[in-house]
């Protein structure tokens, strides 16, 4: 049966803190997110993983880093990873966004193995299935922000004319669509990532990996990205594993990973 993801909120204002439910009805997976602020409710029919890792090790030398790491992700799911700096947190992001290699184990986008596919072949299916939003923006400081967020998609071979109307779009929708043709100098710290998550958007990839994506801006903006990512959310059903440090992104969040010592507990 094809993989199908609901979500349901309910006000509980009786609840003082977060409350984890799972249970089965029919076979199917059912699980609550029970929080002060409401309830979430999302039901896993069949096989709906967006994302499936088992078993990923990896060794820097002799230091252990990642110690047999399972992780699976469902479509429309916003997970955040959270834990002490030197937990392997990004060492893990890296691995599942194919920036890295595991020592051991499997990594599965779309019930493919990718972690096996090799150079060209894997260029070509992280551009166009995965999106990267990190802490620092990484724009190319020579091209316009539509330029910025169009690349990908040239890359990828798309149409010239289809690419930009789509940028426009994600630039509009992140409310930035008056500054297309300004450089990443001529923009704010908020708007330079917003063009970032445009980016990361364009191929209307399968799974986006954020890694502390708002660690590098003020309080104000890293607030307007937390309910941009929830917006996005609801606008494509799009998907997002995120590492980060902010309590306030985790906690709103449907699933928190807790990882420590190369560990997810």
């Keep these: 049966m094809a993989g199908l993801l609901l979500l349901v909120r309910l006000h509980l204002p009786f609840l003082r803190q977060r409350v984890l439910i799972s249970t089965k009805f029919a076979g199917d997976s059912i699980k609550f997110a029970c929080e002060p602020v409401g309830l979430r409710l999302m039901a896993t029919i069949g096989n709906n993983h967006v994302l499936k890792a088992t078993n990923i090790q990896k060794y820097y030398g002799d230091l252990w880093v990642l110690k047999g790491v399972n992780v699976e992700i469902a479509k429309g799911e916003i997970v955040s990873i959270v834990g002490p700096s030197g937990s392997g947190k990004s060492t893990l992001l890296h691995i599942l966004g194919t920036l890295d290699v595991a020592a051991e184990g499997d990594v599965f986008l779309r019930d493919k193995k990718i972690n096996v596919l090799k150079s060209k072949a894997l260029a070509a299916f992280r551009n166009k299935h995965i999106g990267f939003i990190f802490q620092f923006h990484h724009l190319l400081p020579e091209f316009s922000a539509l330029e910025n967020v169009c690349i990908p998609g040239w890359i990828a071979g798309r149409k010239k004319r289809e690419v930009e109307e789509q940028a426009k779009n994600l630039l509009l929708t992140l ?91």
């Design 175 to 265: 409310g930035i669509g008056e500054r297309l043709d300004n450089k990443p100098a001529a923009l704010s710290g908020g708007e330079q990532q917003r063009v970032a998550v445009a980016r990361a958007l364009i191929n209307s990839p399968d799974i986006v990996f954020a890694d502390e994506p708002t660690g590098n801006l003020d309080s104000a903006n890293a607030e307007e990205l937390h309910k941009l990512f929830f917006d996005l959310r609801s606008k494509f059903q799009q998907t997002f594993l995120i590492v980060t440090h902010n309590e306030e992104l985790a906690r709103m969040s449907d699933r928190t990973l807790h990882m420590k010592d190369g560990k997810i507990n």
